[in-house]
Each structure stands twice: as structure tokens, then as C-alpha cells.
């Protein structure tokens, strides 16, 4: 992307709430990981210099490549924002990433996420000022359009091209979908076409080799960026780039690996935190761990009402007994609950 060049073509799509530095570094440390994103942040909320936005741009040398995603409506206050984030982070920074697709009410109002997409002047106008702004690569992710009617995605992409971005990335579905319905390969795939030189990265429903096959086969996208997949399954950048790579994706982690990796989740959480954020992080991921590891009803509800480090250790050895009995049975794809939360947003 530009002058950045990403060891593999899989990147971690921003969720806010979960993406955050100790996710980030517990996936790094499976491998296979192309670049991860913060969660959206809020331009001018960085400006002013807000707490809460400060922590959503934390990082450290061992979060590498990292890119930071921002909005806002106003080009010379995102400028600035882009600024204060190369200025701040310096050579950490790898790429900014400015969103396009966010749907929440909160965003849209000041002109920022997804109601770009109706607004290609402005949207244009948004980009050129950051790419103007900085020195390195700037990108941008978005939707289709904002309804079936509004299909901009495919305009947006040339503009945005002839503006400077380095890549993009397109979630195959309409604001006015938010995340029902499935990912529309077709969408992306004019996305794809619509552009000369830059990679563009497909993003929606990718959950394990088939999909990312489809994805890559069907649209010709130069990548993958994957959101709740990597919720579900974070050895999944691992498996993608192996398959990438040798054409073996490898073999899948064990459910007692599994339970090791959401324990050093945990224990990043408290050690780059506290007790107390890790906790109630800890409680919104419980629903993922639960699909990973199907510990049980009693232990699921026990982990949404995490009170503290003693508690999640008392749980984690509950499960541990009926995991490693699961252990002793072959693991085949299909145990992985595909499932996933459906509904607006705020509900997740
Ligand atoms: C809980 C949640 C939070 C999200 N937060 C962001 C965000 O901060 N920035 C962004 O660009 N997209 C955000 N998204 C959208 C995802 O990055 C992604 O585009 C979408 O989930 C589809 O990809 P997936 O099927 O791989 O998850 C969010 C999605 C979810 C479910």
C-alpha cells in the first residue's frame, strides 16, 4: 500500500471495543497477521486531546504494522487530527485509515462514517486533505453505498485513487444493511475494477478458508480484512497465510490452546489496563471465547458477570477438564460455530 509493504495480505478489520492493543498483540503472536487497525477515533476528540480517545491509539513497538482509523466530517480538522497522530506516534504509524462504512447514528451525524457515501464531493475533498496532510500512506474503508439505490463504492474507489489513497478497503454491504443479509462478492468486485493500480482489501463474512478462497477468487481483491472471523478464530491470519503461502493452511489449535490464548488475552488486558477494564472487556468477549470453546451455559453466564483476576482463573479451570476429554476426539472445522450475532449494532 503504497510505499508500505504488509508481510501477508490479511489484515484485521477494526471492531471497536475489541480491537484494542492487548487483542492486537495476542494475535500478532499467532503470525500471519498483514497490518491491524485501531477502533474508529473520533478526529477532533483527538485534538482536544480526550483521554478515552488517547487510549484508543495506544500502542507499543511490539504492535507493528499499525495503523490508526479516524473520521470526522471536516477535511482541515481530519488533516489535523492525521497530523497529531504522525506527530505523536511517528515512525509506529504505518498507514491511516479513514472510515467510510461506520453506520452508528453517533458517527453519521457530523457528516463522518457511512453519510460520506452520499456525498462524494465532500468524501473527495475529506480524502485529498488528509493524503495532503501527512507523509504516509492513507486509506480508506468503506461500504457499497448507502442504500441498494446508492451504490457509490466504485466511483468513490477512482476518486479516492486519483486523490492519493494507498488502498482500500470494501465491506461488502450497504449502510442501510448493516450487518444483515450476506456480503455481496459482486459489490466488491466492481470495486476491484474500478480502480487502476491500488490494492483494494475485501472485507464481510470471512470466516475460514472457503470464504477467503471466494473472496479472493470471485472479486480479485489483493487481500482480506477480517473482523469478527479473527473473534471467532484468531489463528486465522495464521491458517490464511500458510494456505497463502505453501497451499497448507496447517493444523487447527487444540482446545486447550485455545483456552491458553484467551487466559494471555485476559492477562494483557490486566497488564496493560487494570483489573477492573479487563473485566468488563472481558464480559462483551465472553460470547466469542463461549462460541471458540463451549465451556457450558453455567460458565458462559458466569463469564459475563466477571468480577475479577481470581474468578476468570476459577472459571478457566472449571472448563479446563471437559476440554482436554474434547481434546482426545479429532477437531474438524465444523465444530466452530458459524453463527454470528445478528441485529443492529448497538446490540452488540
Ligand atoms: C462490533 C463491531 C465494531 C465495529 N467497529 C468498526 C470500526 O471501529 N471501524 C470500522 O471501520 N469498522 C468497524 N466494524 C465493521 C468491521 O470492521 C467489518 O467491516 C464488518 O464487521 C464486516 O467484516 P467481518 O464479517 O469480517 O466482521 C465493526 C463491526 C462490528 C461488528
Not at 12 to 36: D, E, Q
Not at 156 to 183: D, K, M, P, Y
Not at 261 to 270: K, N, W
Request: with cysteine; proline share 6%.
Amino acid at each position: 500500500m503504497g510505499a508500505l509493504e504488509l508481510a501477508s495480505r490479511f489484515t484485521m478489520a477494526p471492531l471497536a471495543g475489541y480491537t484494542n492493543l492487548p487483542f492486537r498483540l495476542v494475535v500478532r503472536s499467532l503470525g500471519g497477521l498483514g497490518l491491524a487497525t485501531t477502533d474508529l477515533v473520533n478526529g477532533r476528540a483527538l485534538l482536544t486531546g480526550s483521554r478515552k480517545t488517547l487510549d484508543l491509539i495506544e500502542t507499543c513497538p511490539e504492535d507493528r504494522p499499525y495503523a490508526v482509523q479516524i473520521y470526522g466530517g471536516r477535511p482541515p480538522e481530519l488533516a489535523d487530527a492525521a497530523r497529531f497522530l504522525v506527530e505523536k506516534i511517528g515512525g509506529g504509524l504505518a498507514s491511516i485509515d479513514i472510515n467510510m462504512g461506520c453506520p452508528v447514528n453517533k458517527v453519521t451525524k457530523g457528516g463522518g462514517g457511512s453519510a460520506m457515501l452520499c456525498q462524494i464531493t465532500s468524501a473527495v475533498e475529506l480524502v485529498r486533505a488528509v493524503v495532503e496532510a501527512v507523509p504516509v500512506p492513507v486509506t480508506v474503508k468503506m461500504r457499497l453505498g448507502w442504500d441498494a439505490s446508492q451504490i457509490t463504492a466504485p466511483h468513490l474507489a477512482r476518486e479516492f485513487e486519483e486523490a492519493g489513497v494507498a488502498g482500500l478497503t470494501i465491506h461488502g454491504r450497504t449502510r442501510e444493511q448493516g450487518f444483515s443479509g450476506s456480503v455481496d462478492i459482486e459489490g466488491i468486485r466492481r470495486v476491484v475494477q474500478a480502480v487502476r493500480r491500488i490494492p483494494v482489501l475485501g472485507n464481510g463474512d470471512v470466516r475460514n478458508l472457503t470464504d477467503a478462497a471466494r473472496m479472493l477468487g470471485e472479486t480479485g481483491c489483493a487481500g482480506i480484512a477480517l473482523g469478527r472471523g479473527a473473534l471467532l478464530n484468531p489463528w486465522i491470519f495464521h491458517h490464511l497465510q500458510r494456505w497463502d503461502t505453501t497451499g497448507d493452511p496447517g493444523v487447527p489449535p487444540t482446545y486447550l490452546r485455545r483456552l491458553d490464548f484467551m487466559r494471555d488475552h485476559f492477562a494483557q488486558l490486566v497488564r496493560l489496563r487494570d483489573e477492573r477494564f479487563a473485566c468488563l472487556t472481558f464480559r462483551k468477549m465472553a460470547a466469542w471465547y463461549c462460541r471458540m470453546l463451549r465451556p457450558g451455559r453455567e460458565i458462559q453466564q458466569e463469564m459475563v458477570m466477571l468480577h475479577s483476576v481470581s474468578h476468570f482463573d476459577s472459571l478457566c479451570e472449571q472448563m479446563r477438564p471437559a476440554l482436554e476429554e474434547r481434546d482426545t476426539h479429532p477437531w474438524h472445522e465444523t465444530q466452530v460455530p458459524l453463527n454470528l450475532p445478528s441485529g443492529p449494532i448497538a446490540h452488540w
